[in-house]
């Protein structure tokens, strides 16, 4: 269990430190959409956690563990590491875009290494790759969103 602690903090060390160049005041807005048609909006990934639309604001629907619809819920199509769908799924072959308000692509947020297009942004790479390692998204969702 002490590994597992020790792991963890590594990785949000790792997370918070990269997600600083996402989080910036001047970065653009990163919007993640899902579905297969990429047309449902999952919230903001560096917005501020006071924002509705952000994934980090736990009482709002996108940063909520219970929305269906949240990528934090492990039991919605967008939370479930089973999901193809899902960032947190290391096969999912139709995972969330990232893009900004003007369209602009930032690649797939999503577990799966191989997938073309992943996206190249260090901290939500460290974020994928942390949750297939830890199988528990309020913990990961709490890293991701201290930065």
Known sequence: MGACKFVLKAVTGTIMAAVMGVSAAQAPALLLFGGHSHDKFLGCLNCSEHDNGSVCNEYGSYGSGYNSDSIWNS?????????SLSPWN???SDPPVIVDRDGRF??????NAYRPKRTEI??????????????DLDKLREAFCRR
């Open 75 to 83: 039991y919605g199509q967008y939370g479930s590491s089973y999901s």
């Open 106 to 111: 930032y690649g797939y947020l999503t577990a």
């Open 122 to 135: 260090k901290g939500l790479v460290a974020l994928t790759d942390a949750a297939e390692k830890f199988n």
């Open 90 to 92: 290391t096969y999912a």
